[in-house]
């Protein structure tokens, strides 16, 4: 039809048809996706090797002949399941890790019991990832290892390094590979509204709860983003016959809706020495004694951070390069959001072989 000329009577009829065809298979698509059950995860083969309290250490299987020395061990943020590293073939990062010869471990956690809820931040840093690394020195021969970590699985790893750095510690960290890791805990402006420190009691939340339920954290992540939920829904209602864009959004939805709870005593140290205190960046974060400096960390450091990351910007990731003590760092910034970094087929494209490169390197 040429511009400016009117439609004919041809040309609506089959745009009303057309329309009506969407909405029938929107409608249809929209039952499927409300009748069905939940989306399978996980590409790889993997084996739990390792079980303490709360923590689960599982080692991926290896499908090349040939490995790295070197193993990579990643650090799961305690309130989120693993299996994010893993959701399915093509957009599974251990897949691709373990593609490129990389001996893929991964620290997990159960929900918390009761009787759990005194686990703190040294239970995570002194005692979790420590008898973890031990465990793969059991398996592999090594004591070497790459400590990777996402999120506040990547503050874990941190806190772990710079207390148990050097030639003398049981197990070495050979290099510290970070995703999105808040660091700089004062820049996370959003957060430090939620648990403002004038009308936020924590010692009274973590005193009669104990555990601390999922749908608390999940409140913070949305006052982060009011809209997100809502905008998410629309733009599943809008591609809706498109059954791959579906099949991603269920999984990327069932890994949100599994949030885990968390122990009360480490809720409470995350608030209070992270969060109004900023203790690594302030330089006076103490854990069972001992003080956790960035400046003792001296391996190197590779640095991911996403560009439009609303839950760890670039300032509350930042200090990792220039308070550390390493000669060797790195710092990435990967298009896309806090998820995009660990899960999906755009980070397999531009920057999981950047990885690769840089981690292989220092691997052997």
Not at 141 to 150: I, N, P, S
Not at 253 to 281: C, H, S
């Amino acid at each position: 039809m040429a511009e400016g000329t009117e439609p004919s009577r041809e040309d609506v009829a089959e745009r009303v048809r057309r329309e009506v065809d969407r909405a029938i298979k929107r409608n249809i698509k929209g039952l499927e996706f409300l009748t069905a059950g939940r989306q399978e995860v996980g590409a790889m083969k993997k084996e739990l090797v390792h079980r303490e309290g709360t923590a689960m250490l599982y080692r991926f299987t290896p499908i090349v002949d040939e490995i790295y020395r070197v193993p990579l061990l990643i650090v799961s943020p305690p309130s989120n399941k693993g299996y994010i590293f893993d959701l399915a073939p093509g957009q599974s990062m251990v897949e691709y890790l373990l593609q490129r010869g990389f001996d893929v471990f991964n620290l997990d956690w159960a929900p918390p019991r009761h009787d759990e809820s005194h686990l703190g931040l040294s239970d995570y840093v002194d005692r979790f990832i420590p008898d973890s690394m031990a465990r793969i020195e059991e398996i592999t021969g090594e004591r070497d290892v790459t400590l990777a970590g996402y999120c506040m699985g990547g503050t874990l790893a941190t806190i772990h390094a710079a207390l148990h750095m050097g030639e003398g510690k049981a197990n070495r960290i050979r290099n510290l590979l970070l995703f999105a890791t808040p660091i700089d805990f004062a820049t996370m402006r959003l957060f430090q509204k939620w648990a403002d420190q004038r009308h936020f009691d924590v010692d009274m939340m973590v005193d009669r709860l104990g555990v601390i339920p999922p749908e608390l954290m999940l409140g913070a992540f949305d006052l982060a983003r009011p809209a997100n939920r809502t905008a998410g829904r629309m733009h599943l209602w809008t591609n809706m016959w498109n059954d791959e864009f579906v099949r991603s959004y269920r999984m990327f939805d069932r890994w949100a809706a599994e949030t885990l709870p968390v122990p009360g005593e480490y809720f409470r140290e995350q608030i209070k020495k992270l969060m109004w205190d900023n203790g690594l960046v302030n330089d006076r974060l103490e854990i069972a004694g001992r003080m956790a400096h960035l400046s003792a960390i001296t391996c190197p450091i590779l640095n991911i951070i996403a560009q439009h990351d609303h839950v760890v910007s670039r300032e509350a990731a930042g200090p990792l390069m220039t308070l550390t003590g390493s000669t060797d760092r790195e710092e990435i910034i990967s298009k896309g959001g806090h998820v995009s970094l660990v899960a999906g087929p755009a980070a397999l494209r531009r920057l999981w072989p950047l990885i690769d490169d840089w981690l292989g390197k220092r691997s052997v």
